[in-house]
């Protein structure tokens, strides 16, 4: 078992001394709270709430099972639990016994958790109660006891989470290859929500709905450690149905959420059909991990009277850039906003590795600074690979300054060279937003022993490819943009929090191509 650090301890001495980090933990917010707080609602899911005194019983009561069964510093709890207190109980009482919390989505299989269960030293599950052979000799936490959240529980003895030590495993969905688990200490987590407090007037008073998987960094970090960290009121709102789920937010009263792409245009969607049903009363709403259409950033503002923030970033750096509130319509249209406060992020040049200033010049997104994770559990090369020298993660994504804001204009494997151009899929995206019969777009390379690849648009809708050449054209769009060829799909292959997942679309893209060579 390896844990590689990639943190060098000048940088720790700063970032204290800057009070970037500090001695917070979670199971330290919880227990401040239930101190300072014992009655104020903590977690509100349908059929019961939770105040912050029930939530920290509740962590001290699930410590103490896994202090019994002898799970300590180094020992990974595997959190396979619906978004709900259950999921905040197992992750906080992980921390609170100096163990490390791995959280993973529910739709997880056996395979899945057989894999983790076979690189890391697991000594407890929380989540159904499958008879899986990965999870035989395992302790199953019980979160179902009755008495789990009554007052009067008391810290199991003899453990002090440490702010620096690894508190976190998060593996990335990757589809392809071996799934990385990024490292996070307690201060590189957190770190990210004091920046972003910086720059975001938020507090105790807010109610924050969870709709984003808590197993991801949207869900957890920026939606629920938020509320955590202010001291504020989180409720479950849940995915799947749009009217059920305004519903909820509107019960609540639910102030700030976090909503995927997806879910912003399928609630306004919903909510535009009957408006008159629902008082909504958002004042903030965050999205990010996939490009926000323009129209649903205008309705938020129009329609619910809310002010967005997109946001950009990874498990790996937190949200290090995101808009604020108060920018005005076209940065939250064109752009993902500035840096957080206590992120450094550049832009580096992939020719030269110059750091680029200028605006409108492409360079890969690099971050530093206290934000940033600790590397890739048990992966040396991954975790080299990943940053610089001088401590810089490089991110892969392509971007440019426009007045000290960030655009994403693509990803640096995702570039299409076609005849020794470089073309940028963003870019032939961007120029087709509008076209008619396009309802979801996203363009990719094909090889082609020619050109070394050709412009491939797939399309959930029915243009052809003739007449999105015709309304390029009609735009005054070079042939430079213009695509070579179309695969049309009923829908995207995207990630349990909305993204698109580009390397499977341009696998199908690249069969469908191969079969009909000339679709259109």
């Given at each position: 078992m390896s844990f590689l650090l990639r943190q060098p301890r000048r940088g720790a001495d700063r970032y204290y001394a800057e009070g970037h980090w500090n001695s917070d933990t979670i199971p330290g917010l919880l227990r401040r709270w239930a101190t300072e707080r014992p009655d104020k609602p903590a977690i509100v899911e349908p059929g019961r709430r939770f105040t912050y005194a029930q939530l920290a019983a509740g962590m001290e009561r699930a410590a103490a099972q896994l202090g019994a069964a002898g799970v300590d510093r180094g020992d990974a709890v595997i959190v396979r639990v619906p978004d709900s207190a259950n999921f905040v109980i197992a992750s906080a009482a992980a921390h609170a016994v100096e163990a490390v919390a791995v959280p993973v989505v529910q739709s997880a299989g056996e395979a899945e958790i057989a894999a983790i269960?076979?690189?890391?030293?697991?000594?407890?599950?929380?989540?159904?109660?499958?008879?899986?052979?990965?999870?035989?000799?395992?302790?199953?936490?019980?979160?179902?006891?009755?008495?789990?959240?009554?007052p009067g529980a008391t810290p199991p003895a003899g453990y002090l989470p440490d702010p620096d030590a690894l508190m976190e495993v998060m593996f990335t969905s990757g589809t392809t290859g071996r799934p990385k688990g990024v490292m996070n200490t307690a201060n590189t987590k957190l770190a990210g929500l004091r920046g972003f407090l910086e720059a975001v007037e938020v507090g105790p008073d807010d109610v924050w709905g969870v709709a984003a998987p808590m197993a991801h960094q949207a869900g957890w970090a920026y939606t629920y450690l938020l509320a955590l960290y202010t001291g504020a009121t989180a409720v479950m709102v849940g995915r799947g149905d749009a009217r059920r789920m305004l519903d909820t937010l509107a019960a609540e009263a639910v102030t700030i959420s976090f909503l995927v792409p997806t879910h912003a245009m399928d609630l306004m969607a919903a909510y535009?059909?009957?408006?008159?049903?629902?008082?909504?009363?958002?004042?903030?709403v965050l999205t990010g991990t996939t490009a926000t259409p323009a129209e649903t950033v205008a309705d938020i503002i129009e329609r619910w009277g809310a002010r967005p923030m997109l946001m950009y970033g990874m498990t790996e750096v937190q949200s290090n850039v995101f808009s604020r509130p108060e920018d005005p319509l076209p940065v939250h249209t064109t752009t993902v906003g500035r840096p957080c406060p206590n992120a450094e992020v550049r832009l580096v040049s992939p020719a030269d590795g110059s750091v680029i200033t200028a605006d409108r010049m492409p360079g890969e997104v690099m971050t530093a600074g206290p934000t940033v994770c600790v590397g890739y559990y048990d992966d040396q090369a991954a975790t080299s690979g990943a940053f610089t020298k001088d401590g810089w993660f490089r991110s892969g994504d392509l971007g440019e300054w426009i007045d000290g804001n960030l655009r994403i204009v693509g990803r640096i494997k995702n570039i299409i060279l076609r005849g020794g151009i470089t073309i940028v899929p963003d870019d032939v995206e961007l120029a087709l937003t509008g076209c008619p019969g396009i309802e979801q777009v996203s363009v990719c390379g094909i090889p082609?022993?020619?050109?070394?690849?050709?412009?491939?648009?797939c399309v959930v809708g029915t243009a052809t490819l003739e007449e999105m050449r015709a309304y390029l054209a009609a735009r005054g769009i070079g042939p430079g943009l213009h695509p070579d060829l179309a695969v049309h799909v009923d829908a995207f292959p995207r990630t349990s929090v909305g993204k698109v997942q580009r390397g499977r679309l341009a696998a199908i893209a690249a069969e469908r191509a191969a079969v009909e060579p000339d679709r259109g």
């Amino acid at each position: 078992m390896s844990f590689l650090l990639r943190q060098p301890r000048r940088g720790a001495d700063r970032y204290y001394a800057e009070g970037h980090w500090n001695s917070d933990t979670i199971p330290g917010l919880l227990r401040r709270w239930a101190t300072e707080r014992p009655d104020k609602p903590a977690i509100v899911e349908p059929g019961r709430r939770f105040t912050y005194a029930q939530l920290a019983a509740g962590m001290e009561r699930a410590a103490a099972q896994l202090g019994a069964a002898g799970v300590d510093r180094g020992d990974a709890v595997i959190v396979r639990v619906p978004d709900s207190a259950n999921f905040v109980i197992a992750s906080a009482a992980a921390h609170a016994v100096e163990a490390v919390a791995v959280p993973v989505v529910q739709s997880a299989g056996e395979a899945e958790i057989a894999a983790i269960v076979e690189r890391m030293k697991v000594g407890a599950y929380a989540g159904a109660a499958d008879a899986w052979p990965c999870l035989d000799g395992l302790l199953r936490l019980d979160l179902d006891r009755s008495d789990l959240c009554e007052p009067g529980a008391t810290p199991p003895a003899g453990y002090l989470p440490d702010p620096d030590a690894l508190m976190e495993v998060m593996f990335t969905s990757g589809t392809t290859g071996r799934p990385k688990g990024v490292m996070n200490t307690a201060n590189t987590k957190l770190a990210g929500l004091r920046g972003f407090l910086e720059a975001v007037e938020v507090g105790p008073d807010d109610v924050w709905g969870v709709a984003a998987p808590m197993a991801h960094q949207a869900g957890w970090a920026y939606t629920y450690l938020l509320a955590l960290y202010t001291g504020a009121t989180a409720v479950m709102v849940g995915r799947g149905d749009a009217r059920r789920m305004l519903d909820t937010l509107a019960a609540e009263a639910v102030t700030i959420s976090f909503l995927v792409p997806t879910h912003a245009m399928d609630l306004m969607a919903a909510y535009k059909a009957d408006p008159e049903r629902w008082d909504l009363k958002l004042r903030i709403v965050l999205t990010g991990t996939t490009a926000t259409p323009a129209e649903t950033v205008a309705d938020i503002i129009e329609r619910w009277g809310a002010r967005p923030m997109l946001m950009y970033g990874m498990t790996e750096v937190q949200s290090n850039v995101f808009s604020r509130p108060e920018d005005p319509l076209p940065v939250h249209t064109t752009t993902v906003g500035r840096p957080c406060p206590n992120a450094e992020v550049r832009l580096v040049s992939p020719a030269d590795g110059s750091v680029i200033t200028a605006d409108r010049m492409p360079g890969e997104v690099m971050t530093a600074g206290p934000t940033v994770c600790v590397g890739y559990y048990d992966d040396q090369a991954a975790t080299s690979g990943a940053f610089t020298k001088d401590g810089w993660f490089r991110s892969g994504d392509l971007g440019e300054w426009i007045d000290g804001n960030l655009r994403i204009v693509g990803r640096i494997k995702n570039i299409i060279l076609r005849g020794g151009i470089t073309i940028v899929p963003d870019d032939v995206e961007l120029a087709l937003t509008g076209c008619p019969g396009i309802e979801q777009v996203s363009v990719c390379g094909i090889p082609d022993k020619r050109l070394g690849e050709k412009v491939c648009v797939c399309v959930v809708g029915t243009a052809t490819l003739e007449e999105m050449r015709a309304y390029l054209a009609a735009r005054g769009i070079g042939p430079g943009l213009h695509p070579d060829l179309a695969v049309h799909v009923d829908a995207f292959p995207r990630t349990s929090v909305g993204k698109v997942q580009r390397g499977r679309l341009a696998a199908i893209a690249a069969e469908r191509a191969a079969v009909e060579p000339d679709r259109g």
